[in-house]
Nanobody, 121 residues
Framework: QVQLVESGGGLVQAGGSLRLACAAS????????MGWYRQAPGKQRELVAH???????NYGDSVKGRFTISVDNVLKVGDLQMNGLKPEDTAVYYC???????????????WGQGTQVTVSS
């Protein structure tokens, strides 16, 4: 069964750092684009960072200069390095990726289970 598995959330003080990881599991031919999104209570899910299959990254305005996305298409893993965390970064973070399963060879978007990031002031 193909899925994305996240790890790395937790509680950190303002100004601190966390690294989130996302790994594709199951029989996957290819990992295409990968992105990180977050959803805070009472708010809509928003883009945090995204990297296309050519390695081009883009970031949400609120995290530019603080967060960095990286993706290893061979290992089919990605991570999000978060520095200078602020209380307003508190949210559930989700990774999303376009994966091509061996079984179907049809690319589709998968979502991780979400991981909580809490930044205390």
């Amino acid at each position: 069964q193909v899925q994305l598995v996240e790890s790395g959330g937790g509680l950190v003080q303002a100004g601190g750092s966390l690294r989130l990881a996302c790994a594709a599991s199951g029989s996957v031919v290819r990992l295409g684009t990968m992105g990180w999104y977050r959803q805070a209570p009472g708010k809509q899910r928003e883009l945090v960072a995204h990297m296309d299959s050519s390695g081009n990254a883009n970031y949400g305005d609120s995290v530019k200069g603080r967060f960095t996305i990286s993706v290893d298409n061979v290992l089919k893993v990605g991570d999000l390095q978060m520095n200078g965390l602020k209380p307003e970064d508190t949210a559930v973070y989700y990774c999303s990726a376009v994966l091509t399963p061996v079984a179907s060879e049809i690319p589709r978007t998968y979502w991780g289970q979400g991981t909580q990031v809490t930044v205390s002031s």
